[in-house]
């Protein structure tokens, strides 16, 4: 799912009230009506938000996903877009970083996402420092987060400990 340009993302980087704009090819797709096959019940495929403002960093998480098979429905750098897209597109699984630009991070949005659907999620942050992590685990119990830079089979092996199996 390549569809955004890095110099509009740069651009959203250094003013965030613009920052949907990268994304703003993902039309977000109303939710299947009760009683329909989920999305990955059609395709088989676990189907990823992913959410994070550097790019090179959304770029590597988007190809690792797209590796291990599943499909990114959408990609957000803003916690309010998180939360959007979210409710729009109904993910299997987030890949959510904790500090975000704008007013929300990464925590907030997966407090607001939980409030309305049970997505997996797992954190995917530079800070793994104690207060950051309690922080998670008090907003979402059991929740797995992923240490920055991401290594391939560690991010495998977390969205694999997300499983409700």
Known sequence: MRHF???????ALLEPATANLWCASVAPKAPAPTGALSPVEKT????????????????SLESLVEDFG??????????AEAVTFAKALRPDLILMDVNLIGDMDGVE??????ETMDAR?????????????E???????????VSKPVVG?????????????
């Open 109 to 114: 949005a997966a407090r607001q996402v939980r």
């Open 44 to 59: 088989g495929r676990l189907r990823v938000l992913i959410v994070e403002d550097e790019m090179i960093v959304a770029m």
């Open 153 to 165: 089979s560690a991010l495998l092996r977390a969205i694999e400990r997300t499983d409700p199996d």
């Open 5 to 11: 340009d890095g110099s509009v993302f740069a651009a």
């Open 135 to 145: 922080r998670i685990q008090s907003t979402i119990p059991h929740a797995v987060v």
């Open 121 to 133: 999620i797992v954190f995917v942050t530079a800070y793994g420092s104690g207060e950051v992590v």
């Open 70 to 79: 599943f499909e990114v429905c959408a990609m957000a750098a803003t916690g």
